[in-house]
């Protein structure tokens, strides 16, 4: 089986009356970093709540690992881990006790060796037996990351991870992140944050106003939506592109003066080398260069204005 | 059975009555001496024996339901509150347990801490009065019936409010009324018939009645309707628990 987690037709409608989900039909490829970006208030965490158990759904099925997240709740929960999106600690107790915790929550027998081992990859090593009350944010941050991860879960979310968090950390994060793929964890991350998708995920999902509108690789999405621009300002306005120069890619701005150029990343060769020889042989000099890439933002802005 | 997680559960709160042991023991024993000093020793010695027993001895087992239903709501009560205040309850409801195994946790650590306090009320009565024990075994069992019914309903009530103020609301205003009215100072039978009557619906007069007669032998009601009683009132609580694991009732959107 392929999809270690699988959404059919999801919805919820809170009590409220307001509807978060829309017949979501999502699957997270076993093994895989899924990042689910969204803006504010897209349904982000009602997803990733509805697959962990803290909110019931309002229609549809989810399978966690094969198992009903209802009906087979047990076998569903215990493979899963959770960081929740908002910092909600203990306040008295310690590091540790607080992961003996979770991972007795989780039916597991204790395994102080295992857990040390979390605090260390945490760097939580020498907070171990501090008060949860006494750590920084970001402390807290890996807390929760460490209570997610002390029952061996196999499939993690990470709803929003990097709020509050430094470029450290991050990168240790991350770091973290791949090295559990490597060993066979599913990882399912939301984030506000653009590159950081781009950086860590295979694949990527857009979710807006409780529909998923797009996933796709991330590499194909890149592919397919990565245009990168040249931007050439000139040193004399041009009052139209030159015959010599057809087949490029090229747009001229309204007052003569800026050649824009656009090209695909990923092609085979991105014609930057032949454009400026010929643009040399026909006289068109140039002051200045900029290149521009559409990143995942742009992608993402553009398709959620698609969709309003 | 998820035993790890019960185990968990009952270790985290255990070790949250630990913290705060200090104030947990030293209340409630300084409220039943200044008690047994008021009634037991002041007025009591200018109220007869009631049944054969010393006024002093008779108000022990009342004194001792006192503390174990006020401490037990409170104990429980907060226990789940508190969770669900800061959020954490988040991992409870995404952990592979069910309402069973949470309710064992949070309910048998409560009921642990006010048998405790029971006990330690009952050895701190033996200082001001001198009494026997007729049935322990009775004892033993209506003071465990009680813990657990009154932890369940302070689960219960933990999880139904959703402020400080209803948290503190419940045990002031019902609870303690019905505790004095149940026959902790006093028989019914020293009542007016009428009230004597009213006083029948009031669950508590049951409690303390069987607990009464485990120690002396005397009660007010027969201790099969207290058993009975007390018995109902736990499987009513366990039904109302089950209810609102089942829909989620202030716990899941
Ligand atoms: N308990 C609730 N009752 C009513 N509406 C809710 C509740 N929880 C969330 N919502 C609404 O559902 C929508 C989706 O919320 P959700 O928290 O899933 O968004 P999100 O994508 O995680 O946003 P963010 O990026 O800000 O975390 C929001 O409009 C929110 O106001
Ligand atoms: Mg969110």
Redesign the interface.
Same mark, same amino acid.
């Given at each position: 089986m392929n999809a270690i987690i699988s959404v059919k037709n999801l919805s919820k409608i809170y009590a409220s009356g307001f509807q978060a989900l829309r017949n979501i039909d999502l699957d997270i490829r076993r093994g895989e970093i899924f990042a689910l970006l969204g803006p504010n208030g897209a349904g982000k965490t009602t997803l990733i709540n509805i697959i962990c158990g803290i909110v019931n759904p309002s229609g549809g099925t989810v399978l966690a690992d094969g198992h009903d997240i209802i009906r087979d709740y047990r076998a569903a929960r215990s493979k899963i881990g959770l960081v929740p999106q908002e910092l909600t600690t203990d306040v008295f107790e310690t590091v540790r006790d607080t992961m003996n915790f979770s991972r007795g929550l989780f039916g597991k027998p204790p395994d102080p060796v295992y857990i040390e081992k979390v605090l260390g990859d945490l760097s939580l090593m020498d907070k171990a037996d501090t008060k949860i009350q006494a750590l920084s944010g970001g402390m807290k941050r890996r807390v929760l990351i460490a209570k997610a991860l002390s029952h061996e879960p196999n499939i993690l979310f990470l709803d929003e991870p990097t709020a509050g968090v430094d470029v450290e950390l991050r990168r240790d994060m991350w770091e973290m992140v791949r090295g559990m793929r490597e060993n066979g964890v599913t990882i399912i991350l939301t984030t506000h944050y653009i590159e950081e998708a781009e950086l860590i995920a295979d694949r990527i999902g857009i979710i807006n106003k409780g529909e998923i509108i797009l996933v796709e690789d991330k590499t194909a999405l890149m592919r397919k939506l990565g245009k990168r621009q040249l931007k050439l300002y000139l040193q004399n306005p041009i009052s139209s592109i030159p015959g010599g120069l057809n087949g490029l890619d090229l747009e001229l701005s309204k007052d003569g003066s800026e050649l824009v150029y656009t090209f695909d990343v990923h092609g085979e060769e991105t014609g930057i080398a032949s454009l400026l020889k010929r643009l040399n042989e026909h006289g068109i000099d140039y002051r200045d260069i900029h290149s521009s890439e559409s990143s995942l933002e742009e992608i993402f802005v553009s398709l959620v204005s698609e969709k309003r | 059975m998820?035993f790890? %997680?019960i185990? /968990? #559960?009952y #270790?985290?709160e255990m %070790?949250?009555t630990w913290?705060t042991l200090m104030q947990s023991i030293a209340s409630p024993i300084l409220s039943t001496s200044l008690y047994f000093v008021v009634f037991g020793a002041a007025i009591g010695s200018r109220v007869g024996d009631i049944e054969g027993v010393s006024y002093g001895a008779f108000i022990v087992p009342g004194l001792v339901m006192l503390t174990i239903m006020s401490e037990s709501i409170s104990n429980a009560s907060f226990g789940i509150y508190l969770p669900k205040f800061? @959020?954490?309850i988040?991992?409870?409801? /995404? %952990?592979?347990? /069910?309402y069973i195994e949470v309710l064992i946790g949070y309910v048998g650590a409560a009921a642990t801490k006010s048998i405790v306090l029971g006990t330690l009320i009952l050895a701190t009565a033996r200082l001001f009065v001198p009494y026997s024990i007729l049935h322990p075994f009775w004892m033993a069992g209506f003071l465990l019936l009680t813990a657990v019914s009154f932890c369940l309903f302070g689960f219960i009530i933990g999880i139904w409010a959703d402020g400080f103020q209803k948290l503190q609301m419940v045990p002031l205003m019902i609870v303690t009324p019905l505790t004095f009215l149940g026959g902790s100072f006093y028989s019914i039978y020293m009542l007016p018939p009428i009230w004597q009557k009213i006083t029948l619906f009031n669950p508590v007069v049951y409690l303390i009645s069987g607990f009464r007669w485990s120690l002396y032998g005397v009660s007010d009601v027969n201790v099969a309707v207290s058993l009975g009683m007390t018995l109902l009132f736990l499987a009513v609580c366990i039904a109302v628990v089950w209810w609102i694991f089942k829909t @989620?009732y202030r716990l899941? /959107?």
């Open positions: - | 998820n790890y %997680a185990r /968990s #559960i #270790i985290f %070790a949250r913290r800061t @959020g954490t988040y991992e409870v409801l /995404s %952990a592979p347990v /069910s @989620g899941k /959107s």
